[in-house]
């Protein structure tokens, strides 16, 4: 039995047709594939460029004596407003009776905590346990001018002072400080007031012992300037910062120290000492300073380097015992990159993301940096994660699938909205045509293309009909447009012939190349070549060709200035002051492009003011800016000013204005390799025309 095959040529088509749509949903897909896969391989590169970054940050930050602060001080917090303990400082000792090194070994260090506009404090112990067991405090605040107290004065609360209190192991010390001016009149009035402040042990604010304490120390320094800047540094009355300096004498400290052979230094309950300052004005005045203050701002602690991590990153620290090995060593910090977006993607596109083929040999894994500080070497220890790079690249893998899915929904629309609109209709269509041409043949042919007897009242005759017709009307349509360019060629051809007879007359006249107006006749004759013959305007200076040569844009600038009077453009000034600078560029051609923004502007200028040309140059291109006073362009006109036609005077051709000025500008600046833009400004408007410069 034969089996007869269909014949797949007449379904040849429609075959083509699916096969696209499937071919563009498997692209799709594939596309959407292909992205993620190098987006992988993108986010693999520059996680291995972030690990990198974020450990030398984190090597350069603990290096820096801020950092190797919160080394020797990893579980204290220094910005509590509640309390204030010592840190350790990596420097032996403060030189306290020093302004300046006090002052630069606290901001180095990054110890001081600030407190808004009232000043700042430094509290801390030295890393040499042979130089006292002292507390030093050294921070600043704002007063007015310092009250000194006189010696012999039993009161001490008519003079500025210091109150310290200092709390541990359940002892308590007090110490009362009031300002005691030295050095002479005229030091003080250069370099303000300075001087100690003195000690006196206290009890709850109240002074019981007359003479001063030996080992305590302090200096105070007021400066001459007003720490407003809008007041006169001469006033006396205005708030001056003062800076003070204090070494405090711990009996339990000092004793503990000189009791053992090998004194263990800084103290186990360091941060469990309560340090408390307040600094008083004369009298009973509101405080000036207090450490308690609730606006205390935290100072740098090992816990912020938990923001440089990413998700997933751990950062150990450890410090480095020479007498253990390193399984001896016990972590004193240990942070981890926290989570920044919950993990919304799905089980089978985070096993996708995963299951993309990527480059993973030089994946990041660890970092070992050895961080030497002058209590020991400490080991940081930065560890990756690139699990996190697979996390978000689900998460984006999900976000992008909506995409996919909208554009495989998309495409499977278009095509049963196109198979049933109108691959059903060209079906019937080509059964029709088939019987139709079956009748045709029978007929001998067609002698020529013609669709006159397809017409009818089904589908195919419509359409032969709708063609026909549309067919008929196209014709009659460029049959006219034809005749129309056709008449106004001719008019430009007769236009072009009577104006340049009258010009070669001028020419005549005016022939000489020292005459102003025989550069005028030259452009009036250019204009004419580049408008005659052709069918349009916009099409004539589109279809211009420049001659351009090398010109001194600086003297061209200059000449253009000066003749801008003859065209009736008064107040035109060229500023600047340059030597000769060649450019690319056409000169009749450049005249008139700078000549229609000279008129543009002396349209809208504010009466009497002056239009400002200047010029720069670099070593690849001049620009020149033409500026005029007056008012801004509208926001919905600026970007459609350089097109033809475009004005915004009604009745623009009526009064001469065609809007092609600006047209005819860019198109010329176009040719010449140049570029013209406008901004406003504030005072006005600013045309920036560029131009490419020659370099002998």
Not at 86 to 102: A, G, R
Not at 413 to 418: D, G, N, R
Not at 661 to 682: H, P
Request: proline residues 4%; hydrophobic residues 40%.
């Amino acid at each position: 039995m034969k089996i007869r095959l269909p014949n797949i040529g007449q379904y040849r088509l429609r075959i083509l047709f699916r096969g696209a749509f499937l071919l563009l949903a498997v692209a799709a897909v594939a596309l959407a594939l292909y992205v993620l896969q190098q987006e992988k391989q993108l986010s693999y590169n520059n996680y291995r460029y972030s690990f990198h970054k974020t450990g030398e940050q984190i090597s350069a930050t603990l290096r820096h004596p801020s950092g190797q602060l919160a080394l020797l001080n990893p579980r204290t917090d220094n910005g509590g407003p509640a309390s204030l303990h010592p840190v350790l400082l990596p420097f032996p000792s403060l030189d306290f009776d020093d302004q300046t090194k006090v002052q630069q070994a606290i901001t180095m260090s990054g110890c001081l905590v600030q407190y808004g506009d009232s000043g700042s404090l430094c509290v801390a112990v030295g890393n040499n346990p042979w130089a006292g067991g002292f507390i030093y405090a050294a921070g600043s605040f704002v007063s007015g001018e310092l009250v000194a107290h006189q010696h012999g004065e039993q009161d001490l609360t008519t003079a500025h002072r210091v109150l310290v209190t200092v709390a541990l192991r359940g002892q308590t010390y007090r110490w009362i400080a009031p300002f005691e001016k030295s050095g002479d009149f005229t030091a003080v009035q250069i370099h303000g007031a300075h001087g100690r402040l003195t000690g006196f042990a206290s009890d709850d604010g109240e002074q019981v012992d007359t003479r001063p304490v030996k080992d305590f120390r302090g200096w105070i320094w007021q400066s001459t300037r007003c720490s407003k800047a809008e007041e006169d540094d001469g006033n006396p009355g205005c708030l001056r910062s003062s800076f003070f300096s204090l070494r405090l004498p711990v009996g339990v400290l000092q004793d503990e120290l000189f009791q053992q052979k090998r004194p263990v230094w800084p103290p186990a309950d360091l941060d469990k000492i309560q340090v408390h300052i307040e600094v008083l004005p004369p009298g009973d005045g509101p405080v000036l300073f207090d450490s308690k203050s609730a606006n205390a701002a935290r100072n740098f602690a090992i816990g912020d380097l938990a923001s440089l991590l990413l998700p997933g990153e751990t950062l150990r620290i450890r410090k480095r015992n020479p007498a253990a090995n390193s399984a001896g060593n016990t972590d004193i910090v240990s942070l981890i990159g926290a989570e920044d977006r919950p993990d919304d993607s799905s089980r089978w596109l985070s096993r996708l993301v995963r299951r993309l083929p990527v480059d993973e040999s030089a994946a990041p894994n660890e970092i070992k940096l050895p961080i030497v500080t002058s209590s020991g070497i400490y080991d940081v220890t930065l560890t990756g994660d690139v699990r996190s790079v697979n996390q978000s690249l689900g998460v984006v893998a999900a976000r992008v699938s909506w995409f996919v899915g909208a554009m495989l929904l998309a495409l499977f629309l278009a095509w049963l909205v196109i198979e049933v609109g109108i691959i059903r209709r060209i079906t019937l269509l080509t059964k029709r045509a088939a019987s139709l041409s079956k009748i045709v043949k029978g007929s001998g042919g067609l002698a020529q293309f013609d669709l006159s007897d397809l017409r009818g009242v089904d589908e195919l005759g419509v359409l032969a009909s709708c063609l026909q017709d549309l067919l008929r009307r196209v014709k009659e349509d460029v049959e006219r447009e034809e005749i129309r360019a056709e008449q106004e060629k001719e008019m430009w051809h007769a236009v072009g012939h009577e104006i340049m007879s009258p010009l070669q007359s001028l020419m005549a006249l005016h022939g000489s190349a020292e005459s102003p107006s025989n550069r005028y006749i030259n452009r009036m004759q250019q204009a004419i070549k580049v408008l005659y013959g052709n069918a349009s305007p916009s099409e004539a200076f589109q279809s211009t060709v420049l001659q351009v040569t090398a010109i001194d844009i600086d003297a061209f600038l200059r000449n253009v200035a000066g003749n801008a009077p003859l065209v009736g453009i008064d107040r035109v000034a060229y500023n600047a002051n340059v030597a000769a600078v060649m450019v690319r560029a056409d000169d009749y051609s450049l005249e008139d492009v700078v000549t229609h923004v000279l008129r543009n502007a002396d349209r809208y200028r504010t009466p009497g003011s002056v239009i400002a040309i200047d010029l720069k140059t670099t070593e690849t291109a001049a620009t020149i800016t033409i500026h005029n006073s007056g008012p801004n362009i509208a926001g919905d006109l600026i970007d459609k000013i350089f097109e033809y036609g475009v004005s915004d005077q009604h009745e623009a051709a009526a009064n001469g204005n065609r809007g092609q000025g600006l047209f005819v500008a860019k198109t010329y600046m176009a040719k010449m390799g140049g570029t013209i833009t406008v901004q406003n400004v504030g005072d006005g408007v600013s045309f920036v025309l560029g131009l490419q410069r020659i370099i002998a």
